[in-house]
Each structure stands twice: as structure tokens, then as C-alpha cells.
């Protein structure tokens, strides 16, 4: 699992560190896996160019520039201004062998070390007009901790920002390295260790495939489980304009770990939902969660009717629109930008500008978790807790993907799962079962999909798995 922290964290973190080893050793280790990584990731016989700013963030980059100097390789460094760059650092690069010159044109491998994590988003005057060269001729940038010009601590771009393909960063990932829309600036993300202290604080966290450990009791089926054990979801779904929304939501929702599928809604709709899906029951009785909206007719009943159960809920689509003031079950919401900014009574633009504090906004406001859908969804439960989900392709923006997977989290609400961890780990494993389609896609593609990698991430092979199989 990845973990990104906020500046005020780190720095904090690296005042303490800097107590006991100081902060000249500091540098020294981020520099040295600095120019570890951009050794690995440059060729040998081309000249990078260093883009240098103010402060330690510049001083992490002169010393890396020294260490590659003095491995045989070519160097230049832009200097944003020479009189603040950092002294001892611009010396040992150019002790080294390193070249000030005058711009960055003409060449091919840059290191962005203009600003760091103290800066504030969007580039002015020179270093803009580096970004605008980034820009237009894209060479290969390595940025030093985050890309020069994003928010750091909230993933906005409001102004130029240096467009990265790989992203050293020291300690932790920070949030606007992995939160849109900033985060498809930072490229591949690399984070090197320089001995800060962050346990226990709390993290953005972003769950990847090999977490399925932390989930599996809740979700594998003991031996003595039966369909109601393993928990029973009501789903209500779809309409007369949207019939095939209650067959996607369906399919996701047994691909789910959940023992059995309650399906309520217009006769005719589910005569042809049990004719698709003969294990489905076709009317209402208990249930442990609900799934409502997707695809469905706008009104405010199927929601209410669900929520008379007080059993845990996904709220998805038109169910969307009939929000109570706030929750009193479990509730996740599975809004994308355009039905979020309805919701809270903002443009959708602002939504897709700034998704993190709008997703905690309208979790604090319905006491909801929410699934903010998105290039890089985001989950934020009421308590601030929040992850973003870091799989997928974008070949799952398509019709229907959004009913798999609110199907596929109300199965495992039902199975045991809290919002924030359904919605985590539905999102996870539906971008996984993207991935391994590669594309293009359909949604039933990925619900067809989703059952195997929910085994594979609960149970993951072991060293010696298949050894002696015929191939």
C-alpha cells in the first residue's frame, strides 16, 4: 500500500529527523537516491539538464548533479536564479564537472528541481516559460520530490506545472502526486527513504493488489457458510429507459462475495432479469445492503424504501438526486464529477478542479462515505479518512461500468465490508479487472472479469504455486 502525506507532515517529520542526523545528511541520502533513479532512468551518453530553483529542493538536485558528474556522465544545470541557489550544492556541481548554461533547449533529459513541496501551485516568468518548453517539446523530465507547480497537499493546477514522466519524491508520496487533476503531471511515481518518522500519522492511503490479506476474513467464506452467512444484497436498479443498468448491476454484484441477490423492481424488468441470471430472486425479504439507483427511475421512493431497512446502502445515479440531509446507515455515495456538482450546488469544473474537498465536503455533509468517480477515484469516508485508487485504464470509461461496480461494492457491503473498505477495494479490483482486459472494453467484459480477481487478491499465489504443471 502507498501512502502520501501533507507538507505541514513532512515537515514536521523533518524537523525531528534533522534533530538527530542533520539536515546535511538529509540531503545527502535524497540526493544520493536521487541520482540513483535518474541514473537508472536516462541513457548514459546523453547530457541532462538540470532545472534549478530556490532552497533545498534546488540543493537535493546540485548534489545528485555531483554524484552523476563524478560517474562519468554530461550535465548542465538552469540556474531560475543563481543567487539563491543553494551555495554549497551549486559548488559541488560544478566542482564536478557540471556546466551552467543558459536555457534548457535542445535537450532531451531534464531534472525538474525548481520548486519543491514549500511552493505554491502554478509557475510565473521564467520557470513558466520552462514549463511551456516541457510542454511543447516533451523531453524526458524526472521531477526532485513533486512536479514543479502543482498543489502539493491538494492535487489542483492553477497555472503552468512542469508535466513529468518520473517523479522521485523523498520520505512519502504526497498527495497531489497521486490526486487529480495534478496527479497525471507526476508520471511514475518513485519514493526514496531518507529516514523519516511518519508512522502513525494519517496518510492518504492508496491500496494495491497485494492488500488483500487485510480484507480476506471479511470476504472469503468460512467453511460452515451458507448463502445468508455469506450475506444477502437487495439491489434496485434500472428502468423501462435503462433496463440493461439492472443487468450490469447485477453481474457485478455476483461477482461479488455475497451468498445471494435480491432483485426488486417492475415485473417485467425482473422477469428478464431472472431470465439472464437464474440465480437472482426476484422479490424483496432480507437483506444485509442495498444497492439503489443505477440506471433507475427518478424518485425519491426506492431510496427511501431501502433506507427503511437501516441496513448499509450504496447510493448510486438517480438515487443520487433524493439525498436525505443526512445518513443514519452505513451509506456510501458513488457520484462521478458531473453528479457531484449537482449535489453540492457547484460547476462541474470546480468539482474536477479541486476533487478532494468537494468529496469531503459532501461527506461531512451527509455523513456519508463518498466514491467520487474519476480518473483517479477517490474514497472519503465522514471521519476525513480518505484513499484514492490508483488502478484502471482508460478504456473503463465506458456506458455501464459505473452499474458493475456499484453492484460489485453493494456485494461486499453485504458481505461484512464498511463503506470506506467496500468502496476501496471495489474500486481497486474493478480497475485490476480493466487492466487485465487491456481494451477496448465493455462493462459486462469487466463484470465477467471481476470474480477472478477477487480470488486472486484474496488469495494470492504462493512461491512454488503450479511448479511441476504442464504448461
Known amino acids: ?130 514549463a511551456e518548453w516541457v510542454e511543447r517539446e516533451r523531453p524526458f523530465v524526472v521531477a526532485v520530490d513533486v512536479p514543479s507547480g502543482i498543489g502539493v497537499d491538494d492535487g489542483r493546477l492553477d497555472g503552468p506545472a512542469i508535466r513529468a514522466d518520473l517523479t522521485v519524491t523523498f520520505a512519502t508520496a504526497k498527495h497531489g502526486l497521486l490526486l487529480g487533476p495534478a496527479s497525471a503531471l507526476a508520471g511514475r511515481v518513485e519514493v526514496v527513504d531518507i529516514g523519516l518518522d511518519l508512522a502513525g500519522e494519517p496518510a492518504l492511503e492508496a491500496l494495491d493488489a497485494g492488500d488483500g490479506a487485510r480484507f480476506r476474513d471479511a470476504i472469503v467464506p468460512g467453511h460452515d457458510a451458507h448463502k445468508y452467512t455469506r450475506g444477502v444484497l437487495g439491489v ?68 427511501a424504501s431501502a433506507l427503511r431497512d437501516e441496513v448499509p446502502i450504496v447510493v448510486d445515479a438517480t438515487a443520487l438526486h433524493h439525498l436525505p440531509q443526512s445518513f443514519e446507515v452505513d451509506a456510501l455515495l458513488t457520484p462521478h464529477a458531473g453528479e457531484l456538482a449537482a449535489v453540492l450546488g457547484v460547476d462541474r469544473e470546480a468539482v474536477e478542479a479541486d476533487p478532494l474537498r468537494h468529496a469531503r465536503e459532501a461527506a461531512e455533509r451527509y455523513t456519508a462515505t463518498v466514491l467520487l468517480k474519476g480518473p483517479r477515484t477517490l474514497v472519503v469516508a465522514p471521519d476525513g479518512r480518505t484513499r484514492v485508487n490508483l488502478s484502471g485504464t482508460p478504456w473503463l470509461g465506458t456506458a455501464g461500468a459505473g452499474d458493475v461496480l456499484a453492484g460489485f461494492i453493494g456485494s461486499l457491503l453485504a458481505t461484512g465490508l464498511d463503506a470506506f473498505d467496500a468502496g476501496s477495494v471495489g474500486a481497486l479490483l474493478h480497475g485490476l479487472a480493466a487492466e487485465r482486459l487491456r481494451g477496448p472494453l465493455v462493462a459486462s467484459d469487466v463484470a465477467r472479469q471481476l470474480g477472478s480477481v477477487l480470488h486472486d487478491f484474496c488469495e494470492p499465489r504462493r512461491p512454488g504455486d503450479g511448479e511441476g504443471e504442464r504448461p
Open 1 to 130: 500500500m502507498l501512502t502520501a502525506h501533507t507538507v505541514a507532515q513532512v515537515r514536521a517529520a523533518e524537523e525531528v529527523a534533522a534533530a538527530d542526523a542533520g539536515w546535511d545528511e538529509l540531503m545527502r541520502r535524497a540526493a544520493a537516491g536521487l541520482a540513483q533513479h535518474v541514473a537508472r532512468a536516462l541513457p548514459a551518453t546523453e547530457t541532462l539538464v538540470v532545472l534549478v530553483g530556490p532552497g533545498n529542493n534546488g540543493g537535493d538536485a546540485l548534489f545528485a548533479a555531483a554524484h552523476l558528474c563524478r560517474e562519468g556522465r554530461r550535465v548542465n544545470l538552469c540556474l531560475l536564479d543563481e543567487t539563491k541557489a543553494h551555495p554549497a550544492g551549486l559548488a559541488a556541481a560544478r566542482e564536478a564537472g557540471a556546466q551552467v548554461v543558459d536555457g534548457p533547449e535542445g535537450h532531451r533529459h531534464v531534472v525538474d528541481a525548481i520548486f519543491g513541496i514549500g511552493a505554491r501551485p502554478g509557475l510565473e516568468g521564467t520557470a513558466a516559460a520552462w
Open 236 to 303: 434496485r436498479a434500472g428502468s423501462p429507459q435503462y433496463a440493461g443498468a439492472a443487468h450490469l448491476c447485477v453481474a457485478g454484484a455476483q461477482a461479488g462475495p455475497a451468498g445471494m441477490i435480491r432483485f426488486v423492481g417492475a415485473q417485467d424488468l425482473a422477469r428478464r432479469v431472472v431470465d439472464r441470471a437464474p440465480e437472482i430472486v426476484a422479490r424483496r425479504g432480507r437483506v444485509q445492503a442495498w444497492v439503489v439507483g443505477s440506471g433507475g427511475e427518478d424518485s425519491p421512493v426506492p431510496l
